[in-house]
């Protein structure tokens, strides 16, 4: 039972004689505790204010406190049918009156039920804010308790004491200062715990009560001090700055000067210089933290493996300071925890530390006797061999390396890889210049090998794309993509432009995902070809699916070749109309292939097949020819007719000769033609070489359209030098007309005011209810598709008067 809180409080001169009757004459006052001043040379007293709470306490329960330093202390327990029971101790006379966990300890005859007062006196003691803890205990409770306590510090004492052995043994030749200091600090720790908890009065009985109060300061300070020193040395040379060395080096002198004052010199009052104690500790654990964050900066790989090993010890040493300031109650599980987090801390520290700093010495002795035999040229050609030149990264060769040597080590433990791909670098260079072009990659390799850690291996492997291999695991593979979305989107800034970053990610795991090298690297790269397909800027893990879309667009690939010679492939149109009229003022031209088993298809089904360049082209081809041949043949029904192209029909100003030249085979006039392109087309191409071709076209006659505007991420830099004569808003703006609180209605307004500044027409597509026409009326967008005026369909199906018929 915490009695603490149920304590009233009085204080007595030096000389008083305590016994029943005269503590019965004190004021005790429960609600206050007294000032220092008024019991510092002289006695306090404590008195339990309601003893009905001991009424389940048996004969022979316990009254225990924590251990304080004091002159002399007494405890009274009086009952009505017993005579008053007065036990006295005093510095060096405890006796068996100590109890493992840092207390002292009062056997009591009578029975709770039968206790009517409990007085607990000390003469000239530290200050009552100190003795944090009084308690009642049944005897069985209180050897439950001691089990425990003497069973953890068995565990500790053993880790620690061995952990020295090890590292006293091990280390044979000339010390280095950090291993000094980690083995001063294993002493200390090891004294302090079994001084805390009172171990050592079973072999030294009167090392307890105010003797062990004294030493704990001695002990903490020092071994807080040690544990400062420690980081400070055992951290690579040179990357932490003097300034915090220095102030590191302060705050271990402070916490061993203070501690020395709190044992045996007391400058001021014990409950002020046990503060002083205490700020002065989380002035050392500010200076360690910021030493780490440093440190972590770096890359320094020591601090890896310090964190693990004191961050449990700083966080319960924090919560005792936390305890002592009384932000936390007093409870034995916050004593418990900081010799389990110090008996954690040997071990992993004492046999990863201490045996991975050994190693780092004999690789160092190793290195050094290596670049005085080994060639410097040997040297040179293999750095150069494995480094990309701009990066700094590793290479193609680099990264196979490490493919294949972690595929070799697959039984320690799964990867994963990560292919990046920069979004739009050769737009970039257009925009920023080359050399802007390689500081964005230069920066992205920081950036990447940043967002990899320590344990990643980076690696340029192509002129806009890198590579990341590191361990798998799901905390691991959390924070990478953390990070990589926070790399997404930061801005370069160069001659006094800015470009925002985009990343396309595909991840793949070993060996969850593919257990061979080259089949995870195929699985990595569609899904990174699958993140550019849905937008680009994002991360995309391998999935199955992805495998059969690949096998199934090679083979649309493999039969598209014979569907047009079997002639399979055909045209549906849709008209452009007038939005208040309905009048048609063209057709879209939209492909179908009428497979011969999976029936007629969209591009939706096999347009991937067309992102390849050979028989993208053939196909595309196939469509001009055909949308060519129906403005020929039906001039009645088709005056004007648009027809989407791909970049590889546009690429050069050739290439659009070609395509005047094909005008001319099929006896069509320029002007009954409009070709659509896309956002993505436009930054896939050299700004100049684009602009040269549309240029050519527009000068002949031909309508240049913008398709999907807005979805993609074009400038309005095109729209200034690019001849676009219209602007087709995306079905997605129409659909969300009235769905998105109304940001697709500012976009659409936005669009179509750009359109009517700049001369340009626009129209909106994706039109399929009559309140999304009257809409778009409204706010001024004159031409308009979608299933409301006419779903896609051979052109036999429309007649001249199709449109007049809508109007009506």
């Given amino acids: 039972m915490r009695l603490r809180s149920e304590m009233c409080y009085a204080t007595a ?51 225990l406190t924590d251990q304080t330093r004091f002159k002399q202390m007494t405890a009274i327990v009086t009952s009505p049918v017993n005579r008053p029971q007065i036990t006295t101790i005093a510095p060096g006379s405890i006796g068996e009156h100590w109890a493992l966990g840092g207390m002292l300890r009062f056997a009591v005859d009578t029975p709770g039920s039968q206790v009517d007062n409990v007085y607990i006196g000390y003469r000239e003691m530290d200050g009552l804010p100190l003795m944090r803890k009084v308690t009642a205990s049944s005897p069985q409770s209180l050897l439950h308790l001691e089990g425990i306590w003497l069973g953890l510090m068995g565990i500790f004492a053993g880790a620690i004491l061995s952990a020295f052995a090890y590292n006293l043994l091990i280390y044979t030749g000339q010390r280095l200062v950090f291993q000094r200091w980690y083995l001063l600090w294993s002493l200390l720790v090891v004294a302090y715990g079994l001084t805390w908890t009172n171990v050592l009065a079973f072999v030294i009985p009167e090392y307890v009560g105010p003797v062990a109060v004294t030493f704990d300061y001695v002990l903490v300070a020092g071994l807080i001090a040690a544990g400062n020193m420690f980081f400070l040395v055992v951290v690579e040379e040179g990357l932490l700055p003097r300034w915090l060395v220095r102030w590191g080096t302060i705050c271990a002198c402070l916490n061993l000067a203070v501690g020395l004052l709190a044992a045996f010199s007391p400058i001021a009052t014990p409950v002020t210089i046990d503060r002083w104690l205490n700020t002065v500790f989380v002035l050392s654990v500010a200076s360690v933290a910021t030493g780490t964050v440093i440190a972590l900066r770096a890359r320094s790989r020591v601090v890896w493996f310090y964190l693990p090993g004191w961050t449990p010890v700083l966080s319960v040493f924090i919560l005792r300071v936390s305890r002592n300031f009384g932000l936390v109650i007093q409870d034995d599980v916050v004593d418990m925890a900081t010799f389990a987090a110090l008996a954690f801390e040997s071990i992993a520290l004492s046999l990863a530390i201490a045996d991975r700093f050994r190693l780092l010495g004999k690789e ?107 361990p798998w695991t799901s905390m691991e593979e959390m924070r990478i993509r953390n990070a990589l979305e926070q790399l997404q989107g930061t801005t370069l800034n160069h001659g006094g432009r800015t470009w925002a970053l985009s990343l396309s990610i595909g991840l793949a795991r070993f060996p969850r995902d593919a257990n061979d090298a080259d089949v995870l690297v195929k699985n990595a790269d569609l899904a990174l070809y699958q993140a550019k397909q849905e937008g680009r800027r994002r991360l995309l893990d391998y999935a199955p699916h992805l495998r059969e879309q690949l096998d199934s667009r090679q083979l649309f690939g493999q039969e598209a070749r014979q569907g047009i010679e079997r002639g399979e492939f055909s045209l549906h149109y849709q008209p452009i109309v007038d939005i208040e009229s309905g009048a048609v003022g063209t057709y879209e031209a939209l492909l179908r292939w009428q497979h011969p088993v999976h029936g007629l298809m969209t591009p939706s089904v096999f347009g991937d097949m067309l992102n390849e360049r050979k028989l993208g082209l053939a196909v595309q081809q196939h469509v001009l020819d055909m949308g060519l041949a129906a403005l020929r043949d039906n001039p009645d029904r088709l005056s004007k007719l648009s027809i989407n192209l791909i970049g590889a029909q546009l690429d050069c100003p050739h290439a659009a000769n070609r395509l005047l030249a094909r005008l001319r085979d099929f006896s069509v006039a320029p002007q009954r033609l409009c070709i659509e392109v896309t956002e993505d087309f436009v930054l896939g191409r050299a700004v100049d070489e684009t602009a040269k071709a549309l240029d050519i076209l527009h000068e002949a006659g031909v309508t240049v359209a913008l398709d999907d505007f807005g979805t993609g991420y074009a400038s309005l830099i095109h729209l200034k030098h690019l001849p676009f004569d219209v602007l087709k808003i995306d079905r997605s703006f129409t659909l969300g007309l009235f769905d998105d609180d109304g940001q697709s209605e500012a976009i659409i307004r936005a669009i179509i005011g750009l359109g009517q500044n700049l001369g340009k027409q626009v129209v909106a597509e994706g039109i399929e209810t009559e309140a999304q026409r009257r809409k778009l009326a409204e706010m001024g967008c004159r031409l308009g598709q979608g299933y409301l005026f006419a779903r896609p369909a051979p052109l036999q199906t429309f007649s001249p008067i199709h449109a007049a018929a809508y109007a009506a």
């Avoid at 204010?49 to 329960?61: E, I, V, Y």
């Avoid at 060769?397 to 697959?410: E, N, V």
Wanted: with cysteine; aromatic share 8%.
């Fill in 364 to 470: 160092r002795d190793a290195a050094e006797q290596a670049r005085k035999v080994a060639e410097v040229e040997s040297e040179t050609f293999r750095r150069a061999a494995q480094t990309d030149y701009l990066t700094g990264l590793g290479n193609r060769a680099a990264f196979q390396t490490a493919l294949r040597t972690m595929c070799d080590s697959a039984p320690l433990g799964p990867f994963m890889l990560l292919l990046v791909d920069v979004d739009h670098l050769k737009h970039i260079n257009d925009r920023l210049g080359h050399d802007g072009g390689d500081l964005l990659l230069i920066n992205v390799g920081r950036g990447l090998l940043t967002a990899g850690g320590p344990s990643a291996h980076v690696s340029r492997i192509g002129g806009d794309e890198f590579a990341i291999l590191l």
């Fill in 13 to 63: 001169a030096k000389d008083f004689h305590a016994t029943p009757a005269s503590l019965g004459r004190l004021s005790f006052d429960c609600r206050h505790a007294p000032a220092y001043s008024r019991y510092r040379e002289g006695w306090v007293w404590l008195k339990l204010r309601n003893p009905d709470a001991l009424a389940g306490l048996p004969s022979g329960w316990l009254l």
